[in-house]
């Protein structure tokens, strides 16, 4: 893995270089840096505007209980335009706004969904498991999850718990 990034780090610098040179020669140099710089701001405002509408989408299937797998990696597709855009250069630019289409993201997102696999070997919008746990301080004082999940664990085993683990997280007292 390092040695691909390593090579995309040098290979892909090297085009860009190339073909500014070359849109340089022939349009000039300031006509070229100011269209970097609109594709850039272009590329910016809409990675912006297509990132907050699949937010709104992950937003409406979380409250309908549901896994938002698909707008999670739509949303990582998104991340990864929003770079290639920004990154000055002709080259990042095309494969930026290829992802900003929506048929060519939504297959990407389909392809990268297939790969990803979770703990129980399903595939990415398997169902999530939660577990509250109660705890108890020294002073005597008890803590709980404000999530009330009792009918999570229907024919489900419980969690194992392992001695000696430090477990990190905020709370709330309840007095």
């Known amino acids: 893995m390092f ?11 090297i085009i860009e270089i190339t073909v500014l040179m070359q849109v340089g020669e ?5 006509p070229t840096v100011t269209l970097v710089i609109i594709s850039a701001w272009l590329g910016a405002k809409y990675v912006r505007q297509q990132g907050l ?4 989408s992950v937003q409406t299937k979380m409250e309908k209980n549901e896994m938002p797998s698909g707008e999670i990696v739509t949303g990582l597709v998104l991340l990864v335009a929003g770079v290639l855009l920004v990154t000055p250069g ?5 494969f ?20 990803i696999k979770t703990s129980q070997g399903s595939a990415f919008g398997a169902s999530a498991h939660f577990h509250s746990t109660t705890f108890t301080q020294t002073s005597g004082h008890t803590y709980e999850n404000d999530v009330d999940n ?26």
Do not use: Y
């Open 96 to 115: 930026g706004l290829l992802l900003l289409v929506p048929s060519v993201r939504q297959a990407l997102a389909n392809s990268v969904q297939k790969h």
């Open 26 to 30: 022939f349009i000039g140099a300031w």
């Open 53 to 56: 509408a699949t937010l709104q």
């Open 90 to 94: 002709f080259v990042t630019d095309i």
């Open 150 to 175: 009792s009918d999570v664990f229907v024919d489900k085993k419980p969690i194992a718990h392992h001695q000696g683990e430090t477990i990190e997280g905020d709370f709330k007292r309840k007095d």
């Open 3 to 13: 040695r691909i990034l390593f090579a995309l780090f040098i290979i892909v610098p």
